[in-house]
């Protein structure tokens, strides 16, 4: 019986220890916010562009954390499905728009001979990438545009535009070379 | 680094072999038959502003302005440019985009020069004497040549000379080990001399104790001379010519480090990180020119070879010439020609154009034939023999790179060092199955190149972002703050003005006030005054006048008898007054009731109301001529005057009262 006791005070005082033990840990090492919404947000392309309905990456990116569809965010295309799929473990899905699977890089474009000054679009701008003043031309910062589009309605001359990012010698890239075989049987009813 | 030195007092220096290499036929005698050669002046000059690794330059110069050979034409712009000099003189005929040596096949903004034939000098700032001067006047004086590395890379040279690292050895890279080029060869070969000068300055600029020329065994000719040029220099003591066995890559600069003193750099790092500095022979040569002749970087020495050449050969070539009229002077067959090769065989690229400037880098044109280089074979699958990795002089595993490019696991790729790959071409080289392998890296490295500048630009995007978030949050913080604070002032004001009429219990004033507050508070906010109200005003402010005139005469009285008459008069004055302003006030209210009830019934005045109307006025004008009386009239009269006056406003108002009983 004396066995039994001892038994269940030396079970006793080490669940005590441990138990005291992960308490201090669970309030010395609390992790402040929700460290997932970070590592979405840090995967979306942050364009700030809306077109997930949320207004903003981090909206987005807490909206994810709370169950909502991964394949809303059209400028990160399909790459940015698959990453956040990888994150969260899940199932990748296919992208929730029409276009195509990579997007194209654009950048606003304002026809500066037709802007009139009115600072809709600087409003508009998540980024902060048009500058100019109240009756003076407006022009785009294209480093610093994400091509979200935003300041395209408000304006009301319609004078900007989306263009295609050019890629010069100093982007470009060798393109992979067309997938050949990866044994040998792939190849089979090749010859004619 | 004691043991260095030791090392190189004696003869016999010891050679650590390459990792991996492979051994490509050479074709090098092909274009060492001949001296270098030069060739006659080109009509134009193509002169691309990105010759070198790094930002642009940025031009100088406008179009239609006449440049001497040597002139800056385009500065450095940034830390990792180079500057751009005119090849020759003549005029600038144009700034524009014009196809650039890259495999791309792109257009870049260049500069056009047409020569004048002249080919006259600018005048050149020469030094006699360099090592009077401290090394960073004369790193000043590289970088302002615009000399970047002659070997292939192009890195602005006066950058590497001033990394801050003390540097303990210069090594000298006349290695040349791609097939088919010969311009370091021949160059050593007729140049040796300057190359020993141009090391000597390296050595002086850098402080590195000891210089090793790396050679291959397979340039007889150049190491004998190189030998003998140093034998004769003054600096023999302090430079050391390495010569070790051919195999290709042992001129990459880690490979020629590898060879040369067994050490590796690691990953990531620089030579400069192991005390070592890596030189192309030519880059030498332009040094010793930049600092003792002052002659800028306009030309440089490039082998012209393939088998669809006539006469292949080295050539001194002006910077911008175009590719064309170099192969003219070789003898070109075009009938022949299937590929032009910028660079060597392993790491050069092709281009589709003959009109492609040569510039700071471009060592070899190949203008090769169909049989020379035939079409690739198809690629077959990969059968893991593993030939790659044991000819990788990196180290690396090309099958696991190949697998993990296909995949696009660019985690995988960076977990397995790709950027560690010089992209030498050895493991397609030895590929039996024909894989590009290192077609699959360069792209694998672009990609993870152009995710790496998307992640920095949605990282700064995010930070754009929120700084806009939190300015705007401030913004309005501030207007409300500002609203508050208006909100606030104006309740205070109100109370002090309430207070002020409370305490000022002036019966002028109060009427003042109650006009105003009716004026400020009524919907119909001018309510035009009606004749008679006018009427009233002005009788009231004449009243006034005639009081303060009284008054003003009171206090200059001394007479008794007229003081007293005269304060009675105010007296009366003063009453007169208060009564008008009574009836002012009165009057318009009515007016402004009897206003309203017009606004709402206006239309058809029967002949009866029209009578009414007419004798309401002559009432109206008999009340003010009586008011004039009283005006004019004496003490006496005033009495009687005012009794009337009574009456007729009496008849005034019942008139109004019949009226508007009517109405």
């Known amino acids: 019986m004396e ?121 508009a701008c998540p980024v902060d990438a048009i500058v100019g003043a109240a009756k003076q031309m407006h022009t785009v910062l294209a480093d610093e545009c994400t091509g979200c589009d935003l300041c395209v309605d408000p304006c009301p001359v319609e004078c900007i535009e989306m263009r295609p990012v050019a890629v010069t010698t100093r982007t470009w890239s060798w393109p992979l070379p067309p997938n050949g075989a990866l044994i040998a049987t792939d190849r089979r009813g090749q010859m004619s | ?141 590289i970088r302002d040549a615009g000399i970047s590395g002659m070997g ?45 000068a141009g090391a000597a300055i390296l050595q002086y600029v850098l402080g590195a104790g000891q210089c090793l020329i790396g050679i291959e065994d397979n340039k007889p000719e150049a190491i004998a001379a190189m030998r003998a040029a140093l034998a004769e220099s003054v600096d023999a003591d302090k430079m050391e010519i390495v010569v070790f066995p051919t195999i290709y890559p042992s001129g990459g600069e880690k490979q020629l480090i590898q060879i040369l003193t067994g050490q590796e750099v690691p990953s990531g790092r620089l030579p400069a990180d192991l005390g070592m500095v890596v030189q192309n022979v030519g880059t030498a040569v332009a040094v010793k020119e930049a600092i003792v002749d002052g002659k800028p970087l306009i030309s440089r020495i490039t082998t012209l070879t393939g088998a669809a050449l006539q006469k292949p050969h080295n050539v001194h070539a002006l910077i911008g010439t175009p590719a064309h009229h170099l192969l003219q002077q070789a003898g070109l067959h075009e009938s022949q020609l299937s590929t032009l090769v910028f660079g060597g065989p392993m790491m050069g690229f092709s281009v589709d154009r003959l009109d492609i400037p040569v510039t700071k880098t471009a060592n070899c044109l190949i203008a090769a034939t169909q049989a020379e280089f035939p079409a690739a074979p198809d690629p077959q699958a990969c059968i893991r023999c593993g030939h790659c990795a044991q000819a990788c002089p990196s180290s690396l595993l090309p099958q696991q790179l190949y697998w993990h490019a296909r995949a696009e696991n660019y985690q995988q790729l960076l977990h397995h060092n790709l950027f560690d790959c010089i992209e030498c071409g050895a493991c397609a080289f030895v590929c039996p199955s024909a894989i590009p392998l290192v077609q699959y890296y360069r792209a694998s490295k672009g990609a993870i190149r152009t995710l790496e500048a998307k992640q920095a630009q949605s990282e700064r995007s995010r930070a754009r972002y929120e700084n806009r978030l939190a300015r705007m949050a401030q913004e309005s913080a501030e207007k409300e703050a500002k609203r508050q604070a208006n909100a606030e002032r104006a309740a205070r004001l109100k109370a002090a003005k309430a207070q002020e009429q409370v305490a000022e219990d002036d019966p002028v004033q109060a009427a003042i006030a109650r006009a105003k507050a009716r004026k400020a508070a009524g919907a119909p906010a001018k309510v035009a005054l009606s004749g008679e109200q006018k009427e009233l005003k002005i009788q009231l402010s004449m009243a006034r006048a005639q009081a303060k005139k009284t008054e003003r005469a009171l206090s200059a009285c001394v007479d008794d008898e007229t003081t007293k008459k005269l304060t009675s008069n105010l007296a009366m004055l003063n009453e007169q007054v208060a009564k008008l302003e009574q009836a002012f006030e009165g009057g318009s209210a009515e007016v402004q009731a009897e206003e309203k009830r017009v606004k709402i019934a206006r239309p058809a005045l029967s002949d009866d109301e029209k009578k009414r109307k007419v004798e309401l006025a002559m009432a109206n004008a008999a009340v003010k001529k009586l008011q004039r009386a009283l005006d004019g009239a004496s003490d006496d009269d005033a009495a009687t005057l005012k009794q009337q006056l009574a009456d007729a406003e009496q008849r005034v108002a019942g008139l109004k009262l019949a009226l508007e009983g009517r109405l």
């Open chain 1, 3 to 123: 066995i039994v006791l001892y038994a269940i005070s030396a079970l006793l005082a080490l669940a005590l220890l441990f138990g005291a033990i992960l308490g201090f840990a669970s309030i010395r090492y609390k992790v402040e916010g929700n460290p997932i919404v970070d590592q979405i947000n840090e995967i979306l392309p942050q364009t700030q562009c809306g077109q997930c309905g949320y207004p903003g990456c981090r909206p987005y990116a807490q909206a994810i954390a709370n169950g909502e569809a991964i394949n809303k965010c059209p400028p990160g295309g399909q790459a940015t499905v698959n990453a956040l799929a990888g994150l969260l473990d899940m199932e990748p899905q296919t992208l929730d728009a029409e276009g195509d699977e990579v997007p194209v890089t654009r950048v606003a474009f304002i026809r500066e001979a037709e802007c009139i000054g009115c600072t809709k679009c600087l409003q």
């Open chain 2, 1 to 141: 680094m004691n043991a260095q030195t030791k090392l190189i007092a004696t003869s016999e220096r010891k050679i650590w072999p390459l990792t991996g290499g492979v051994h490509p036929a050479e074709n090098k005698h092909q274009s060492t038959g001949m001296p270098i050669a030069s060739v006659p002046l080109p009509e134009t000059l193509v002169l691309p502003l990105l010759q070198h690794a790094g930002t642009p330059a940025e031009p100088v110069v406008a179009v239609g302005d006449k440049v001497l050979k040597g002139q800056l034409i385009a500065r450095a712009s940034g830390v990792v440019s180079a500057a751009l000099h005119a090849p020759s003189s003549g005029v600038i005929t144009a700034l524009e985009s014009r196809p650039i040596p890259h495999p791309s096949g792109f257009s870049e903004p260049c500069i056009i020069l047409t020569t004048d034939g002249a080919d006259r000098w600018c005048e050149l700032a020469a030094v006699n004497d360099y090592r009077r001067l401290p090394p960073a006047e004369l790193v000043a004086r």
């Open chain 2, 152 to 196: 292939g890379a192009g890195f602005p040279t006066a950058l590497k000379l001033s990394s801050g690292l003390p540097i303990h050895t210069l090594i000298l890279n006349g290695t040349e080990c791609e097939p088919y080029i010969t311009a370091d060869d021949m160059l050593m070969r007729e140049q040796a001399q300057a190359i020993i």
